[in-house]
């Protein structure tokens, strides 16, 4: 037997030596998260007498890891959605229950139906002044869970950018290893651990990874943003607030934002907000900050509204008439509108103002630019002095194109002497007044039916009006609506307007039901009912109904996209896991062929031990 046979098998025997090592790695770490199969190369030897070990590499896919990538993105961001929907969706209880929106108005309707029908009954007045009660705080509950969702969004937020953060500097670190480990010829375990850590941060942010010559990776947003850099990486921040409120808002105006904001110093030095600038767009960050200032934003507009509608349904009295006629303004409060009709069909919406100072929102009155103008102060409408200048007010927000004339509390307008060109004529006005002075007058001297049945607990008057004097009256009134204190103390005040009023007339029972179930409303668009840019116009009863189907609908579709999603996710893992895993039988298989090929090598060496000791015994 020749040397080059024993060398030949010696080589043989380290090489399979080495690969059976690799293939008991793989079996090993079957089951360990981010473990990409090995394999290691054999080498022949120049001088023909064998074969080395060449050098241990991985079978990486990388189309099937960037889908993967993806998808773990979009499962983050759905699966986030689906849980904030279903749990919104809850807040309204179970549709039909004693306890629920619907149940609780439910209640209220039949009883304001029972006193409609038998006012004189006492008892019936105590259980519509309970069930009005019971309507308000179930509405306050469910705003205040609204919140309470809001701020754990902000919560979660913060965990995830101090997680997200950790991540890319972890990258960064892994980058600086591996390349002084020669680039992409480094330890598959360091390998391995940035593609986990790369992998992790999908489930933060959409990403996407660039390898470099040297054996680095950057990491950038979908969108453009650097993470990553060779051996530097972003550092998030984020100014979390602990509790948010109905009016924290987001806001890209410097100090004006109610809500924390995600930004990011990139490895360049430049400072970027991550949610102004639509940097995020999947993954769990892209999720939260939606359902913060999207989704439950939009949920609180609902119930703000709800309870609005359910306020104003007692309060308000709408007058309208031909401009040439006039409407008569007594009574008009800060927040109430006053509507022109124009001749080329749009419209002018006025809003009346205690300190002339009203500011608006995007959504606060759709359709239309609101102007806000001055009341008449301490001179009461009606009399000379305040005519005089609720007049001049109203014509100052309208200048030049229209003249108001207020005579005995009667507005008329026309067209100024100096109008723009095109200005169109006035041929409608339209008023929304609240009645009642305050909370307290349920039993107005003049007789009207209208009554404060519910009050803003948060104002010094408890008069809902919508005003928009030092922000908007509309938000978070959901969680300060309640059943008037006078009418708690004195329940004949559901039937008696005056001393006058007999305690058997209907007249405002029937007015409290009507502006329930009968009198239409408009709901701004910004509510998400009944569509995206146009206003929507039901009773309040049914709005409530809306709410409840909307909420449902928008649990049902989130959970239907997040199944989808979680499939998707499934499928990716499984392809990558087909082509970059181990597959336990095909290393079983590879482990046997590697022995039997050891035992041939150790048997050469054994037959040519076996003939140097025959040899040597000569």
């Given amino acids: 037997m020749s040397l080059n046979a024993i060398n030949t098998a010696t080589a043989g025997l380290q090489a399979m030596q080495a690969q059976i090592g ?44 960037k889908q993967l990538r993806l998808e773990s993105s979009g499962a983050a961001y759905t699966s986030i959605a689906a849980n904030v929907g279903t749990q919104l969706d809850a807040l309204y209880g179970v549709p039909g229950s004693s306890t629920s929106l619907d149940g609780v108005l439910n209640g209220y309707t039949q009883s304001l139906q029972a006193l409609a029908n038998d006012p004189t009954v006492s008892s019936v007045r105590a259980t519509v002044a309970s069930n009005a009660a019971t309507l308000a705080s179930r509405i306050g509950t469910i705003a205040n869970g609204i919140q309470t969702l809001r701020t754990g969004m902000e919560s979660q937020i913060a965990s995830d950018v101090k997680s997200a953060g950790s991540l890319l500097r972890s990258i960064a670190q892994l980058n600086v290893k591996i390349v002084a480990a020669n680039g992409i010829g480094a330890s598959p375990d360091l390998l391995d651990q940035r593609d986990q850590a ?28 650097t993470l990553v850099d060779h051996g530097v990486s972003a550092s998030l921040g984020f100014d979390s607030r602990a509790v948010l409120s109905p009016e924290a808002l987001y806001s890209t105006e410097a100090g004006k934002s109610g809500v924390g904001t995600i ?5 360049g030095g430049a400072r970027i907000d991550l949610i102004a600038t639509g940097a995020l767009r999947s993954g769990s960050l892209a999720a939260a900050v939606t359902a913060r200032d999207d989704t439950l934003v939009q949920a609180q507009r609902q119930i703000d509204e709800l309870a609005a509608g359910l306020a104003q349904s007692t309060t308000d009295r709408t007058v309208s008439a031909a401009a040439s006629t006039g409407i008569d303004l007594n009574g008009l409060k800060a927040g109430n509108r006053i509507t022109l009709g124009l001749a080329n069909g749009s419209q002018i919406v006025l809003v009346a103002s205690d300190t002339g100072t009203a500011t608006f929102r995007t959504g606060d009155i759709d359709g239309s630019a609101p102007i806000a103008f001055r009341m008449p102060g301490a001179q009461p409408i009606g009399t000379i002095n305040g005519d005089a200048t609720l007049a001049a007010n109203i014509t100052a927000a309208l200048q030049p194109n229209y003249v108001a004339s207020v005579t005995a509390g009667k507005l008329t307008i026309a067209l100024g002497t100096t109008p723009v060109a095109g200005t169109a004529s006035v041929t409608t006005l339209g008023a929304t007044l609240t009645i009642p002075s305050a909370a307290s007058e349920t039993k107005a001297p003049s007789n009207n039916p209208e009554i404060a049945l519910f009050v803003d607990s948060g104002r010094a008057n408890g008069l809902y009006t919508g005003s928009f004097d030092g922000g908007s009256q509309l938000t978070g009134f959901a969680q300060r609506i309640a059943l008037n204190p006078a009418i708690k103390a004195d329940t004949s005040a559901l039937v008696l307007s005056s001393a006058t009023t007999q305690s058997g007339d209907a007249t405002r029972p029937q007015r409290i039901l009507d502006g329930l179930i009968t009198r239409p409303y408009t709901f701004s668009a910004a509510s998400g009912i009944g569509g995206v840019r146009a206003p929507f116009t039901t009773n309040v009863a049914d709005f409530a109904l809306r709410i409840i189907d909307a909420q449902g609908a928008n649990a049902a579709s989130s959970q239907s996209l997040d199944e989808g999603q979680q499939i998707a996710l499934a499928t990716a893992q499984s392809r990558f896991s087909s082509e970059s895993g181990v597959k336990i039988d095909e290393e079983m298989a590879n482990l046997i062929q590697l022995q039997t090929a050891y035992g041939a090598n150790a048997r050469v060496l054994t037959a040519a031990r076996d003939m140097l000791d025959t040899l040597l015994r000569i």
């Fill in 263 to 267: 930004t990011a110093t990139t490895p």
């Fill in 198 to 225: 790369i992998n992790q941060l999908a489930q933060y942010m959409d990403v996407q990874a660039t390898q470099v010559g040297d054996g680095s990776i950057t990491v950038m947003t979908q969108s453009g943003v």
């Fill in 22 to 65: 690799v293939v008991s790695q793989n079996i090993a770490n079957v089951n360990t998260v981010g473990y990409v199969k090995r394999v290691q190369s054999s080498v022949a030897q120049n001088d023909g007498t064998g074969i080395n070990s060449g050098d241990v590499s991985r079978i990486l896919n990388a189309t099937s890891q």
